[in-house]
């Protein structure tokens, strides 16, 4: 089993720069990616950023520019610079994975970090 623990989120003013932090903790047979996701009140879970098995990274056009993912072992990062008040929402880390050779891919969620901007 993998567990995600997030930390870093909190309360900026627009313009300001947040980092956060996700511990994964447990094994898997294989890892696809560890992602950034977040939820706004009153709308669905979107993808932030990715990082790849390859290395490769995807972003959300919103944040293109101004948010980095980055991963070392098993720490999941995302900068996050010159943030809007459209930012806020909770942030949820990801672990797409493989619990065995001939299984499909799970997700794996922590349990978010709430991300509030002000105006």
């Known amino acids: 089993q993998v567990q995600l623990v997030e930390s870093g989120g909190g309360l900026v003013q627009a313009g300001g720069s947040l980092r956060l932090s996700c511990a994964a903790s447990?094994?898997?047979?294989?890892?696809?990616?560890m992602g950034w996701y977040r939820q706004a009140p009153g709308k669905q879970r979107e993808l932030v950023a990715v990082i790849r098995s390859g290395g490769r990274t995807d972003y959300a056009d919103s944040v293109k520019g101004r948010f980095t993912i980055s991963r070392h072992n098993a720490f999941l990062y995302l900068q996050m610079n010159n943030l809007n008040p459209e930012d806020t929402a909770v942030y949820y880390c990801n672990l797409r994975g493989r619990r065995g050779p001939s299984n499909p891919d799970y997700d794996y969620w922590g349990q978010g970090t709430q991300v509030t901007v002000s105006s």
């Open positions: 447990g094994s898997v047979f294989s890892i696809n990616g």
